[in-house]
């Protein structure tokens, strides 16, 4: 090739690129500031509505509140002390169910199913599962249990949201021990460990940390459903005092307290309200610092 | 081939010559893995065609052929892991020390314990320290006896050449090595099974020229021990580590030999042509 | 697409072509004086120092050819034996010069019967050509054809030798004299540059099969 034939590209093209460039430096600016806006706007809400909490929940703090039942309507004594027993227990018990059920199917799904007809009608079902409106799900636990066992009970509540975390739980194992790079199981398989050693091990202990916060997310979540807790646990003023008997959490109280007219029952509502933020925080904070304690996360390569 | 490990006086010199020209004498030789008619294949497409290999105990044996010619799935049939890639399938013989790993009665996951694998890209489990890390395949096979295990690991990386550099931070995760350390952080975990063969494939391609020396040199001590078969498509690689050669072009064994007749004078023109650059 | 390598050995090829050649004339130039008394020294010792040259730099080029591109089998053959090669024409050159030499010291010796040297030095012209020609095909089965040429110029040294030494029954004139030593000594040459030539062919015949010698 003739270097005189050859056509100077690099003159026409360059000199293209520079005319347009001032125009893409300015859409480039402007998309950049356009992302900054959605951001901050997305932001305000959640942002004004941990300030709202604190605001006016932090008043009604206070170890009397926290610990003592329920004092008389429109008194502004007593607490939520049941609310908080309640949420522990019955949440709990839901993670209980929830996290063996999801991380071993959430294993099955990515381990040892492929592309068939089960496996795959697995998967649809369970995001069919995450879109389930949670009344729905309350009323399946009413039909099932209150109506079974004859009382509202925190079997019922447990169950109910259980149904609800173990869609969130499955989804976020599969994914995450889907993303363990197969050259570790291969690792493991060349060194003659069977298939169950080398999932519980090696992918696993590898996938940890995402598992613990598929976890974490699941709890959150349900740690605020209140619909399925209306149907299923009742509400109660007392402690908690059998798993057949009716129990109170803090979303239904948080609802209940909002709904009468009192000035100190709301006061008691925003301070039941900012008390479940702190213990879903508080649960992730947990859960984050377990992962990332003994043994060593892939970091980067999530 | 006589390593050039010392000079030859001039009787030995001729002794050599005389050899040469007279032919090998018919020894009785110990052939370790003997692999009969093995065809292999992904789907519908044929990956092996009619394979017959002896390979020679405590020798480094060397598969040789561009892209896409089967090397890499004839030595993963030689322990079994052919056959667990989804629409594999393999038929034919191999014999380690005269039994078929083949034979229905025998378990597919007894056969990785006896013959080991070292990967092209080094994978080292990243949740192990080092020690770990080698213990690995032990104490997910139920050894628990601690002392036993301690020593295990420290023999084990001294065969791997790299006691010295970690002996002091058996601790520290196995990802903070080097690559080329990773890669024989890997090989200590392979030999800690005490595998009679150890398959290598391609363990040096995703190093650096220093740290592929060194595996080098571990690949010709170990070979004292241990039966090695290593697939490389570097072919000055395979010159330099292996008494044996295997070139295989689409399927086919084209040609096997002692690695010092296949690169003076092989038999077969397309062994010719693939060494000396032509194609592939 | 030529490989890297491939330029390399095209170089040393030329290289190799060019020293034949040179060699050849200058084989032929020494013999032209014998016969014809011509002086032709200084061309020959011009020609004999550029195939000193060419040889070296052809050991040069070939060292570098290994080093760089760790040739093998037929190729790395080829490059080593563009080495003996080489080394074989640049002996040519060095004997076409010795010739002269002698030629010089003698002086001029129109009248010797030059029928020996001049039928072996045909010999010798023919097997250099043969050599080459066998070089440049690559042609191993020449090899035999040599070793008979050397075995007839052999015969001939040593029957002209057993000439010169049968006891006559008078006293040599000087200038007998001065014919049989020119004579013995260039035919010492032409018998060591057959030898030569048929190192070439054996080279050759490397190249081919990797055997060193089918002589042997």
């Given at each position: 090739m003739n270097n005189a034939e050859r056509k100077d590209y690099r003159l026409v093209l360059h000199g293209h690129m520079k005319k347009t460039y001032r125009k893409r430096i300015i859409i480039d600016r402007l998309a950049t500031i356009f992302a900054i806006v959605c951001v901050v706007a997305a932001i305000i809400p959640l942002g004004s509505i941990l300030l709202e909490v604190v605001k006016n929940g932090v008043a009604a703090l206070s170890l009397e509140f926290l610990v003592a039942t329920q004092g008389s309507i429109g008194s502004g004594k007593g607490g939520i002390g049941p609310a908080i027993q309640g949420t522990i227990i019955v949440v709990g018990l839901a993670s209980l169910i929830a996290t063996p059920v999801g991380v071993l199917t959430g294993i099955y799904l990515s381990e040892f199913a492929g592309n068939g007809i089960f496996p795959s009608a697995v998967r649809f079902l369970n995001s069919v599962l995450t879109g389930l409106p949670s009344i729905v799900i309350g009323i399946v636990g009413y039909v099932t249990v209150v109506l079974v066992l004859g009382s509202f009970s925190v079997w019922a509540g447990a169950l109910s949201l259980s149904i609800i975390m173990i869609p969130i739980v499955v989804i976020v194992t599969e994914e995450t021990l889907r993303i363990v790079p197969h050259s570790l199981r291969e690792a493991g398989y060349a060194l003659g460990i069977s298939k169950a050693k080398i999932t519980l091990n090696i992918v696993l202990m590898t996938a940890k940390s995402g598992v613990l916060t598929g976890i974490g997310l699941g709890i959150a979540r349900i740690a605020g459903e209140t619909a399925p807790l209306i149907m299923t646990?009742?509400?109660?003023?007392?402690?908690?005092?059998?798993?057949e008997g009716p129990v109170d959490a803090l979303p239904l109280r948080i609802w209940r307290l909002a709904s009468q007219p009192y000035e100190s029952a709301h006061s008691f509502g925003w301070g039941a309200a900012l008390v479940l933020i702190l213990m879903v925080l508080g649960v992730n904070v947990v859960l984050r610092l377990l992962a990332h304690k003994k043994g060593f996360t892939v970091r980067a390569e999530v | 081939m006589a390593y050039f490990s010392r000079s030859l006086t001039v009787e030995e010199v001729m002794r050599e010559e005389k050899a040469a020209v007279a032919g090998p004498v018919e020894t009785t030789v110990r052939y370790k893995v003997v692999i009969k008619e093995i065809n292999g294949w992904f789907g519908r497409k044929q990956?092996?065609?009619n394979i017959n290999l002896n390979i020679k105990d405590k020798s480094v044996t060397a598969f040789i052929g561009p892209s896409g010619c089967g090397k890499t799935t004839l030595i993963r049939c030689l322990n079994r892991m052919?056959?667990?890639?989804?629409c594999a399938l393999v038929e034919g013989q191999v014999l380690v020390d005269g039994a078929d790993i083949y034979d229905k009665s025998i378990d597919p996951v007894v056969v990785k314990r006896r013959v080991g694998m070292v990967f092209q890209k080094p994978n080292p489990?990243?949740?192990?320290s080092i020690a770990d890390n080698v213990a690995a395949g032990l104490k997910l096979n139920g050894i628990k006896d601690k002392n036993l295990i301690a020593e295990v690991v420290e023999e084990s990386l001294k065969g791997a050449a790299l006691w010295d550099e970690v002996k002091t931070e058996l601790d520290k995760p196995g990802m903070s090595l080097s690559g080329g350390q990773q890669q024989r952080l890997c090989i200590a975990r392979a030999l800690a099974m005490q595998p009679e063969v150890l398959l290598m494939d391609e363990p040096t391609s995703a190093l650096d020229p220093l740290a592929s020396s060194k595996i080098e040199e571990l690949v010709r001590s170990l070979k004292e021990h241990v039966t090695i078969v290593i697939v490389t498509h570097n072919m000055q690689q395979a010159a330099r580590v292996s008494d044996f050669t295997a070139f295989m072009y689409l399927g086919e064994m084209i040609e096997y030999g002692a690695t010092s007749q296949i690169f003076k004078n092989p038999e077969k023109e397309l062994t010719e042509r693939y060494i000396s650059g032509k194609f592939g | 697409m030529a490989r890297l390598l491939d330029i390399g050995l095209d170089r040393i090829r030329n290289l190799i072509m060019d020293m034949a050649t040179l060699s050849e004339e200058s084989v032929n130039a020494a013999l032209e004086s014998y016969e014809?008394?011509?002086?032709l020294r200084p061309q020959i010792f011009e020609y004999s120092e550029k195939l000193r040259i060419l040889q070296l730099e052809v050991a040069d080029f070939a060292t570098e050819l290994i080093a760089r591109y760790q040739p093998v089998a037929r190729d790395l053959r080829f490059i080593q034996s563009c080495m003996d090669v080489a080394y074989g024409f640049s002996r040519f050159g060095r004997y076409a010069y010795d010739i002269s030499d002698v030629l010089e010291a003698i002086g001029p010796i129109p009248d010797c019967d030059k029928s020996y040297v001049i039928e072996m030095a045909n010999t010798a012209k023919n097997m250099i050509k043969l050599s080459v020609e066998s070089l440049k095909k690559l042609d191993k089965d020449t090899s035999q054809k040599l070793y008979m040429m050397d075995d007839s110029v052999d015969a001939l040294y040593r029957s002209y030798l057993r000439f010169v030494l049968t006891p006559r029954d008078r006293e040599y004139a000087y200038a007998e004299v001065r014919c049989f030593i020119s004579a013995l000594l260039i035919l010492r040459y032409l018998e060591r540059i057959a030898d030569h030539a048929c190192y070439i062919s054996d080279c050759v015949h490397y190249i081919v099969t990797a055997d060193s010698s089918p002589r042997r």
């Open positions: 646990i009742l509400g109660t003023s007392l402690f908690f005092s059998s798993l | 990956a092996l065609k052919h056959e667990m890639t989804p489990f990243p949740t192990m | 014809k008394g011509v002086m």
